[in-house]
């Protein structure tokens, strides 16, 4: 794969398709119609089959034990191989797939046995979740939410020097697609004396960046920034469902629990580095009189392009948009370059005190907001608090969600001379409370 | 198993053991000298290999598919058996091993292949952990350490409506016997403008209970606080090693991450609900002006027996003692009644809002001191902060832990005319950060 790579595929399909050229092969888990769960590549509107594959003999090498671990349900034993077998199996793949490539007829022969229509498969959580760490690296939130609370001293003291994060909660991590049910809860409005019981009031979605770790290190030993990229298998969309009004009242002095444990939802393309490699970037200068990161968080090689540009954005359908056949409306339009920490500053922060990570690890960001409000990434900053009102083109208002609600996260990259590559959707409608 | 139950085993070790008699029965994972990891049970000096059982066909019925289901490297599909399963291996058992068992010669037969010594065994940890939260029920705990930062108030507001936790991690959940590192990390000393990167050096321990999960509950389902105990495994210890120094840096707004991650010790014996059913005790009564549980948190039965009468204790043992051939020196002494709520509440709260709990999670019950000093059951406490040293029998002083120091949690249950029951150590050396 080189900077300037405008292969097309014999798959008609991936040739301008907005999310699945022949540049991006993200990995999945996936069922073919009446079969069982066993990784996938999307290209364009297939996918490609790695258990049928490798059982043909179409890898070789590196290549082919990369395949063989990724023909369960999971794709846990494929990250934990690490970047050198990701990368063999994505070379040997892209000279399978790419235009006047030896293997087509043999390929074409096999049909729909290989290369399924993804209409016709059911996609899966693409790794078993061992930790899910939720981390607040999205400056113009921090920014935002802070201001809700400490109008003249948003951000807190310690967050230009910690990327700040907590754990969250894995069994709930789902697959896009999974409806995610409205929670009870514990509210202290203002004015109560006591709490409330109830569904809460004010449900939130989240915009965030998620990365799936790789291979991992020992408990007591920890991953040095140089090293970080080497640990992480890939990316996808997150979108942490918020309570708001729980948050509030449960918060203190341990953090979020109750208000974020009840769904959070991933994309299921896990998105390459070398896919992403295009669309590197800088990590933005530091606004003047900001510190410099610590040395364990301070890497040159990050700083010259540990940033990506990655467009995301985030979009509602109502059930009266669907009963009136209208599109999605988008809320906002962000960037991954709002994040004020790199991916590696996150795995070097997180496992500088010797905590293990281990592939399968999920990583959010927080939410990526930028500081304009139609790039704000959550409603609680939107609507101000819940203050101002979204109109949809329902002629419809929303505060925070209400049942039926859809959320979609996309995200792309866009670079001139370059195939554009997206992430696949984030979906998730929300039910109502039990 | 009944309140009066004095029977006897044949193992003579288990009559007057003060951990391990016939009445306990706790189960854990063990390798025995040269052989793979599988369940087992504690009985007096030895341990009961139930795979050797299960292979002889020693048990029958339900019980031989509890025993089936323990054969393997972790008790998780155990723990998902639930509660009637668990209770009909505990009774065969109990009839196999008491006096006069009409199977007794035929299990001396087996010898060491079915009962080896504990002593050349080795423990593992009991399941593997798919998410741990460490709750805060501790309420002299809270006060204690509340006291510390804002002296006239030191309980939040929401603590007596909300059983408040956090999620931990799971990936460095270790069995007693692991040493833990002591971890670097980023921390602000007073006075100082920059944070200060390096070994913590206010390295603290915490006196909990452990409860592990049994069967689980679906992603937007709950459990009632009348079901709870049918879905909790069992109980053991817990030590979650703290590093306060990080922890007062990194934990506004989202909680402590770094500062718990690096490492958390279990005992390897999952003490049953049903070992402990005698030491059962009513949830101790609110103090006056206290409010009433919410709903979701009350129930009579709960109320009337949900609490235990659990002695625990925290020990250290220094280098220099070891030298000196001193015993480990007892730092606190407290008990589960210091909790403000119960594990079916804790249960309860967990899932209410639709937080899928999963056979072999792991719940901590939070530091449970005492209101008395010698109850205390962290040096953050003992020590007020930092300021005021314990001195040792070995004339050295802690204000926190050194390198080398190893901390060890006991627990037993007594009531008169019953035999004890204890619960193992939990045991962690101290090693000096990288």
Not at 67 to 79: I, Y
């Amino acid at each position: 794969m080189t900077q300037t790579d405008n292969r097309r595929s014999w798959i008609a399909s991936a040739n301008g398709h907005p999310d699945f050229p022949l540049q991006n092969l993200p990995l999945g888990v996936f069922s073919p119609a009446g079969t069982s769960p066993r990784g996938g590549v999307a290209i364009g509107d297939a996918i490609f089959d790695l258990k049928v594959a490798a059982d043909a003999g179409l890898f070789s090498g590196e290549a082919a034990e990369a395949a063989q671990s990724a023909c369960g349900d999971s794709l846990n034993a494929f990250f934990a191989l690490g970047a050198s077998a990701r990368r063999a199996l994505r070379a040997q793949l892209q000279d399978l797939l790419a235009e006047g490539s030896s293997a087509q007829e043999r390929l074409e022969a096999m049909g729909q046995a290989l290369l399924p229509a993804a209409s016709t498969c059911q996609l899966h959580l693409p790794a078993k979740v061992g930790d899910y760490t939720d981390f607040y690296v999205g400056i113009h939130h921090a920014n935002n939410v802070g201001r809700l609370f400490r109008p003249d001293n948003p951000l807190l003291p310690n967050y230009k020097y910690v990327p700040i994060g907590y754990h969250g909660r894995a069994s709930t991590v789902c697959v896009s697609g999974t409806p995610v049910r409205r929670p009870l809860g514990q509210t202290m409005p203002p004015g109560n004396e006591v709490p409330n019981f109830g569904p809460s009031k004010r449900l939130d979605y989240e915009l965030e960046l998620g990365i799936w770790i790789g291979q991992g290190n020992e408990m007591g030993e920890s991953i040095a920034i140089s090293d970080a990229q080497q640990h992480i298998a890939g990316y996808c969309l997150l979108n942490d469902w918020s309570a708001r009004d729980v948050q509030a009242w449960e918060y203190q002095p341990l953090g979020p629990f109750l208000a974020k444990n009840f769904g959070t939802t991933v994309s299921p393309w896990v998105v390459t580095a070398e896919a992403l490699e295009p669309f590197r970037a800088a990590q933005p200068a530091r606004p003047e009189g900001d510190p410099q990161p610590l040395p364990y968080l301070l890497d040159e090689a990050d700083q010259a392009k540990g940033a990506f540009d990655i467009e995301l954005e985030v979009l509602v359908l109502t059930p009266a948009m669907r009963e009136q056949g209208l599109a999605p409306h988008r809320l906002a339009l962000s960037n991954t370059l709002n994040m004020y920490w790199t991916v590696a500053q996150m795995v070097a922060h997180h496992s500088v005190g010797g905590c293990k990570l281990q592939a399968g690890d999920l990583f959010g960001s927080g939410t990526l907001s930028g500081p304009e409000p139609q790039a704000f990434g959550s409603l609680l900053e939107s609507t101000f608090g819940g203050k101002q009102p979204i109109t949809l083109p329902s002629g419809e208002q929303r505060t925070f969600l209400e049942d039926g609600d859809e959320v979609i996260l996309r995200a792309r990259c866009q670079r001139d001379g370059y195939p554009r590559i997206g992430f696949g959707e984030c979906r998730g409608v929300l039910l109502a409370a039990r």
